[in-house]
């Protein structure tokens, strides 16, 4: 595998649009592209809002960005920490946000690092039928009260018999000192995202000892659910390998194995034909983004195949708590890779990269 061409999706420009962050692209019926991404003075600002651009040419060229997704909810002041946009039809797009209420704890961070909870959050959903130009309203997948706030790190996933899946992670509320027992859960959808089912658990270490953060996901060609979790250690506070979890039956039953490379998988670029680029981004060790492809999602990454996508000059030392951990995600400056399949039977890596106070969003094009 080889990079074939780089560039930018969305540059700083200083100010108010001095950081770009999740990022995130998909390919459109008609083969354009569409990225999204969050832009702000800071990478934590609670003024930061969400922006798409479109390209027509594999990325060498991007609009300029258009705001579409209203950051208020339910007459509540809000932010928009991620928007997913999922493909369903030939004018169908859906758009999956997590939406933090940014009233309930106003100037806090997201996340409380003597507690480990994190402000309230919502995952909303809304429709376009004009390739993204324009939306419905928000509207909210309900979760229930044992979820608390639902983390959202995938966009929505379409099955072969067309039901949808959300996959959201669990946290505790802001205030909430208990024992954070994290886990993975489901909510699926019959009706092309007009309701969705209560929550199912997929994954969780009923200990609460080892938490599967970041989960990616993707769909073969032949059905099969594969996910890739960022696999972090709380008792020893350290990231484990990535593990990847398999499942035949629409996320019913589970296969587990740990792959040969560690901290925060990147969403998988799953190509007509099964081959797979998985990207991860490697903070404490290399300091680096990477990327391997594999023969298919389930098959292994042979370390003969690895790029490097990106390499940071930034120091990696880890903090000695899970709060400390939380909060030091807001202080990275490059990270969050996401892989998409291109028609032309490349791979595209949309990352975030840049100095504390200058991020831009960057794509890389690689050929298998």
């Known amino acids: 595998m080889k990079i074939v061409s780089t560039g930018v999706v969305c540059p700083s420009e200083g100010g108010a649009r001095a950081v770009a962050t999740f990022p995130s692209v998909v390919v459109l019926p008609d083969g354009s592209l569409l990225a999204s991404y969050r832009i702000g003075p800071s990478k934590d600002s609670n003024g930061s809002i969400a922006e798409l651009r479109w390209s027509t040419d594999l990325g060498l060229s991007w609009s300029e960005p258009a705001t579409p997704f209203s950051t208020s909810f339910g007459g509540v002041r809000g932010s928009l920490q991620v928007v997913y946009i999922t493909a369903l039809g030939a004018s169908h797009l859906i758009a999956c946000s997590l939406w933090v209420d940014q009233e309930a704890f106003p100037g806090q961070p997201l996340f409380n690092e003597s507690t480990e909870g994190c402000l309230p959050m919502k995952i909303l959903v809304a429709d376009s039928f004009d ?124 296969t587990t194995e740990t792959l040969d490379f560690s901290d925060q998988a990147a969403h998988p670029a799953i190509l007509p034909d099964g081959r797979t680029v998985l990207a991860w981004v490697d903070r404490y060790g290399s300091q680096s983004i990477r990327a391997r492809a594999a023969a298919s999602a389930d098959a292994e990454f042979p370390v003969a195949t690895e790029v490097v996508i990106y390499e940071a000059q930034q120091a990696a030392a880890q903090t000695s708590d899970t709060g400390g951990m939380l909060i030091d995600m807001s202080r990275w400056s490059f990270g969050l890779p996401y892989c998409e399949a291109l028609p032309n039977g490349e791979a595209m890596i949309v990352y975030y990269a840049g100095t504390p106070a200058s991020m831009e969003i960057r794509w890389a094009r690689l050929a298998l």
């Not at 939306?135 to 983390?151: I, M, N």
């Not at 959300?166 to 994290?182: F, G, R």
């Not at 659910?225 to 589970?254: C, E, M, Q």
């Open 131 to 254: 390739q993204g130009h324009t939306w419905t309203e928000w509207r909210e997948v309900a979760v229930t009260e044992d979820v608390g706030p639902p983390s959202l790190t995938n966009p929505i996933l379409r099955l072969p018999d067309g039901a949808l899946i959300v996959s959201i992670e669990t946290n505790k509320p802001y205030l909430d000192s208990s024992k954070w027992l994290q886990r993975v859960v489901y909510c699926y959808s019959s009706d092309n995202g007009r309701s969705w089912t209560p929550p199912r658990t997929v994954c969780q270490d009923s200990a609460g000892d080892i938490f599967h953060w970041d989960q990616r996901a993707g769909v073969t060609p032949d059905g099969k659910l594969v996910t890739f979790s960022w696999v972090y250690d709380k008792p020893a506070n350290r990231y484990l390998s990535i593990r990847r979890h398999v499942s035949l039956d629409g996320g019913a039953n589970w």
